[in-house]
């Protein structure tokens, strides 16, 4: 009886030191993310999702020399035509950038409020200041694009990997995670400055 109970208490301890370096391993390897897909970050504005710029127009109204001529303001008249496939009114962020073709390199980049009901397209008219060092009127070009947004995703805590140990429960939870992520950070503008790429 004693042997069998000496025996049964080995194989505890047999247990005991497979399974803990096996869990240690498994903690020490990482691998991508499945909420942000290793991204590290995840959108945050999803009703913004459904948004689209049809059309930009863009009229260089005047170029305002400012501290001497060290820098320029352009000042644009944008015309874009947007559209909301979605059911719901989406308010958010429309990212302007001036470009200088020629180069094929962004000067400058604004952002502006949208607020689209459901399931409309319309054409709206915002005056848009840029600045810039590029001293050529006309040589510059606006275009847009719908600012959707990232925030960092806490579930890899900005990483994009997550441990092999973990992954499957964050796999199988996923959605959850996602609109957790999305309900605990609402759109923003980020802050400035912003770099340009």
Known sequence: MRLFSKNRLQKKYAAFFVTIPLLLATALVQIKCPVCDGAGSVNNNVVMDNVQIKGVKATELRVLRNTCGLFLMYNYSVTLEIENSGPDTATGWVLLYLIDYLAGQPLDKQYTVVEI????????????????????????????EVFKGQAPCSTCNNSGKVSLNTWPI?????????????????WSVPPWPVDLE
């Open 117 to 144: 009901p459901g399931k409309k397209s319309w054409e709206v008219t915002y005056n848009v200041m840029f600045l810039s060092g590029t001293d050529e009127p006309r040589r510059t070009e606006v275009k847009a």
């Open 170 to 186: 964050v796999n199988n939870l996923k959605e959850k995670f996602i609109q957790l992520e999305q309900i605990d950070k609402p």
